[in-house]
């Protein structure tokens, strides 16, 4: 639908981990990089860490995936599995087999990282929109629940006015990683 609606390129898509996603990116923008919601991951993670060792684990997890670099990354995950692997083996599996999509934005310096490592953006859209429908009953028709839809968004939008912190810099870094794809 997004190529329908004119987009014409995508850079960097950063998804949940929906089987068939990225297949689904790559078929119709294949040059985009797919970088998973780190966040979904460690999210996913805490469910299966005991509650007394969420805090622990998190000081442990944390220089993972905000080391400077993709080998630190690695080093910071070998520690991590040196500690935890034995109690918490099948949190650990997940975060090896899903590696490569979730270390995709270790290319990046600080600022693109920021913007490409998470969903939460879109996640903090879709809250504000059911903060404003779950409080009506019922909806007298389905247009009633679009137009209520399309004012919440007007809303929430004029939030995406605001300039990016060191826009320009940033822009410029990508136009180096994506010569003429960058506009």
């Not at 991590?80 to 490569?100: D, F, H, M, Q, T």
Request: hydrophobic residues 40%; aromatic residues 10%; positive net charge.
């Amino acid at each position: 639908d997004l190529q329908n609606r004119g987009v014409k390129d995508i850079l960097i898509a950063c998804i949940d981990n929906l089987n068939g996603f990225p297949a689904a990116i790559n078929t119709v923008f294949p040059q985009t990089e797919i970088q998973t919601c780190v966040v979904h991951q460690i999210r996913n993670s805490l469910k299966y860490v005991a509650s007394k060792d969420q805090k622990a684990f998190m000081v442990d997890l944390k220089p993972v995936y905000k080391a400077d670099t993709l080998e630190q990354a690695e080093l910071r995950m070998d520690d991590l599995e040196a500690k935890w692997g034995k109690k918490y083996e099948k949190v650990i599996e997940s975060w090896r087999n899903n590696w490569p999509k979730l270390t995709s934005y270790f290319r990046y310096d600080a600022p693109i990282r920021r913007l490409i490592y998470t969903t939460n953006t879109i996640e903090g859209f879709h809250r504000q929109v059911r903060k404003v429908t779950k409080t009506k009953g019922a909806f007298t028709s389905d247009m009633a629940l679009l137009k209520l839809i399309y004012l919440a968004h007007n809303n929430i939008s004029q939030k995406w006015t605001m300039p990016l912190s060191n826009w320009g810099v940033t822009a410029q870094k990508l136009a180096i990683w994506f010569p003429d794809r960058m506009v």
